[in-house]
């Protein structure tokens, strides 16, 4: 809290000084943070690239509000680990260095960057932004090997910027939003550049325009909007001003823009569609909501603010909905998933009323997911709205790039809707997609239990793996998408006989899990995810499907327990047997006699039933002689020490093994020590007031 | 205590590194697990390290590409000395011993000292080091060591006769006397706060004698007297 209104007030300031002598400091500052930045996050053994984005990289930065946006590559077997360290890292320096962003971190693999580069248009543009908007601050070029862009793509990504301007614009215009003015009058301008700037591109200007280039180009080209870009541009000059941002002309302006450019629209596309699905019957709903439930939905949807439309969509995918055309005997079986709620709306309604809206729908979750549609989809889907459209403009494949939230939206308007008429033409796609999924279940802490997203994700994945393979088969159209799990049981079945019987049986412990029987399900859930692999190696042979590098870690290690001790037979039992009651008993344990003339040997050997003992004699009086011997004598692959007057905890082994488990450039792991209860001296109590301090200061102790 | 200066890190993590290998926060040896093949492949512990063994093996390990990482909820409860001798005893113990530890490491830790003003419960450090003398100095300003330098310099004064110098002197040392106590004093009230502030004050003086002397046998003076 404290820190951020020291960073509002630095921010106020540098807003308030935006002129020469300063903004050269600024433009000082920025080059620090920034190589600060860079000199701490290469020094991650892994990272091969860091890149820096957007305002500062390429546009003209407001210095003070624009933030530093990174982007690493981590090339590393070990990636997702090297990528825990750089986020690591990434806070540290966030709590030095106000400007950058709180989760705004992008790390990547560079052939996972490859990869979404080919496959997802929404994330192409994102990087083909960067060839004009990034700077390299290190390691190699990123842009070296990538295929060009498809020519006239740009037009159609460009329209996708459309989405988080609108996002934006939604966020900045709520009256209730708790930023402070200047900021919100910023991020506003933004919104409307952005928007200023898709829609000149899809009329075919350069795409490497500038925000400011872009928005004062508009302002010449397009005089019925003059006056509402005139107010957008104002918001930027006074930044100070207290007064509220007018919502009305933003919003006209934004519109306007977005209107154009949905006419420019994305390059032109043959594809013929014939719209003719009935509108969702409440008896469908049903199906998977209990009785009622409809109406009490709708409710909460009515008090919501800024909401003006709600509707039902099952969770399929496009396809899904063309092809079954939502016949209430097609979608019996369809227990797939859940139903997503779509609200669309002119902005985002106020966060108390979601709050409430939230918990009214909670009763019915997870079989109901709430999504916030905006004024862009609807417009995109405007042309679509009659019965029977030929639709020139339109691309089935710019939706199926979009986000997946945009994407969703594009089922519903078409479930007024859709009859495909035309040859497969997704596999590109859905190969990713499928190949995304099965990954998933390559990490096993994904999913611990069987969630109904599991099995969801898993029939997902198995859906679309079979499609994928349907598609390859020459001279083959596909004509019919499985939509429920019967359904790509069935169809997977006869594609691949010999996945056949366990498909059947994770089917039949999925119908289980759906009836609620979680307890039986639960013994199938870790072979599942191993048949998953198993799949993936099966429908995606040869490099193909291969999945990114991630070498197998140990799921187990032998732990040795090494114990020093001298003349401390009357503390030494409770060390001893405080290691008899571990939750994770150790392997072995050493116990280095360190010369003792009591009987300390005695009393370790009296434990040479409970525990795996190891008694071992050192002459030379000395700690680190002793441990020296210890050491010679342990077996295990991890070395966990321990002190005579020490009492361990009885998660003590387990909790300092799981990271090891983790991460093999792990060298030693330490805990926490807490002082011993139960001592009523003057001195003791000295020191347990110390530890206790240090504990709750997370600072260790000796 | 020096070996508390160098933790560094609060949370349960990766140890970030900084820019020098032996910045190393370390782990008390009373609770750490190590990688076998890690603590081979750097020769096992120092013999020579009678105390701060801990100290020295995080720095070698860190030094020699290990990731370090705490996990706080792997508990392990200690015994504390039970009366003032064994107390004192064992930071005699620390202070003699730790000048080793500091002389091995200082060839490439020059700047570890200056990243320590921190606070570490109520105190703070300020650290200052002469590396060029034949006797490496390293000076922790506490308010244990600023208590007796202003007293010494209120003797002198009062000796020379510069009477003025004296009483800010003597108010200066009453000042930084109640600081010393403070913490103590705050939290646990006046009696139990004031035994406690005779205890640190016996054992800072035990590790600020040790350190003495295990220094100048290490050559590598310093003056370190915190028991916190």
Known sequence: ??????????????????????????????????????????????????????????????????????????????????????????????????????????????????????????????????????????GEDLFKDLPPPVPGEERGLALEELHPAWFYLAQELDPGDPRPPYLRRYVTYKAVAEAARAVLVAEGEDPALSREAAWARACRRYPELSQELEEAGRLRQDLLSPAPVAADPLLRAYLGLARRALRAGPPGSSARLRLRIPPLPPETLEIFLPRGAVREISQACAALKGVERAVFLPRLSFEAVAVSGLDPRALAGATMDALDLVLIGRRLPPADELRAFNLALDRFRPQVNTYFCDLEVALALRPFQGRTIKAPGYDPEFFAGLHPTTRLEGCLELAGAVQVDRPFPRADALTHRARTLLQLFRQPETFRLPTPSFFALFWEAARAAGLVVQARQPGLEVTEVPVSSGQVLESLSAL???????????????????????????????????????????????????????????????????????????????????????????????????????????????????????????????????????????????????????????????????????????????GSILPLESQSELVARFYSSRMDQAAAQGVKTT | MIIQILSDLKEEGYLHKGRHPTVAPFFACANVAFRRQALEEIGGFDPQCITGEDCDICARLSGAGWELYTRRDAIVSHRNPADLKALFRKWYGYGRHHPYVFAKHND??????????????????????????????????????????ALLGTVISWLL??????????????????????????????????????????????????AFIGGLTQRMLYFSATVD
């Open chain 1, 496 to 670: 691949t006989p010999e996945v056949a019987p366990a498909l059947r049986q994770i089917h039949r412990e999925y119908l289980k899990m759906v009836k609620g029987e979680a307890a039986e399900a639960r013994r199938y859930i870790r072979w599942a995810g191993q048949y998953a692999v198993h799949l993936e190696d099966l429908l995606f042979p040869s490099g193909e499907g291969a999945p990114l590098p991630i070498t197998p870690l140990r799921t187990e290690l032998t732990i040795s327990v090494m114990i020093v001790t001298r003349n401390r037979e009357s503390l030494l039992g409770l060390a001893l047997k405080s290691l008899v009651n571990q939750e994770r008993p150790a392997d072995q344990v050493v116990v280095v006699d360190n010369a003792s003339s009591d009987g300390t040997s005695r009393l370790a050997r009296s434990f040479a039933q409970q525990l795996p003992l190891t008694l071992v004699r050192e002459e030379t009086v000395g700690i680190p002689y002793a441990r020296n011997t210890g050491l010679k004598h342990c077996t295990g692959d991890l070395v966990a020490v321990m002190d005579d007057d020490c009492v361990a905890g009885e998660r003590w082994l387990k909790e300092l093994e799981l990271p090891f488990l983790k991460d093999p450039h792990i060298g030693a792991v330490g």
């Open chain 2, 108 to 149: 490439r830790a020059v700047e570890i000292y200056l990243r320590l003003l921190r606070p570490v419960l109520g105190e703070r450090y300020l650290c200052l080091l002469y590396r060029k003398s034949s006797l490496g100095v390293v000076l922790f300003l506490t308010k244990f060591l600023l208590l007796h330098l």
């Open chain 2, 161 to 210: 006769g510069w009477t003025t110098v004296a009483q800010v002197g003597l108010g200066l040392t009453a000042a930084l006397a109640v600081a010393y106590a403070w913490p103590d004093l705050r939290r646990w009230g006046l009696s139990l706060g004031a035994a406690f502030t005779g205890i640190r004050y016996v054992a800072d003086l035990a590790l600020f004698i040790s």
């Open chain 1, 1 to 138: 809290m404290k820190e951020s209104r020291l960073k509002r007030f630095l921010q106020r300031l540098a807003v308030r000084t935006q002129f020469w002598p300063f903004t050269s400091v600024y433009r000082g500052l920025y080059d620090l943070a920034i190589n600060l930045c860079v000199r701490r996050l290469q020094k991650v053994r892994g990272v091969c690239a860091i890149y820096l984005r957007r305002g500062l990289a390429g546009g003209q930065p407001f210095y003070g509000l624009s933030d530093i946006d990174l982007l690493v590559l981590v090339d590393n077997e070990q990636h997702h680990l090297v990528a825990e360290r750089v986020r690591y890292q990434y806070e540290l320096l966030r709590r030095v260095i106000p400007m950058l962003p709180p989760g705004e971190l992008w790390l990547y693999h560079p052939r996972q960057f490859r990869e979404l580069y080919e496959h997802s248009p929404f994330y192409r543009n994102r990087f083909l932004q960067g060839r004009l908007e990034w700077r390299r601050l290190f």
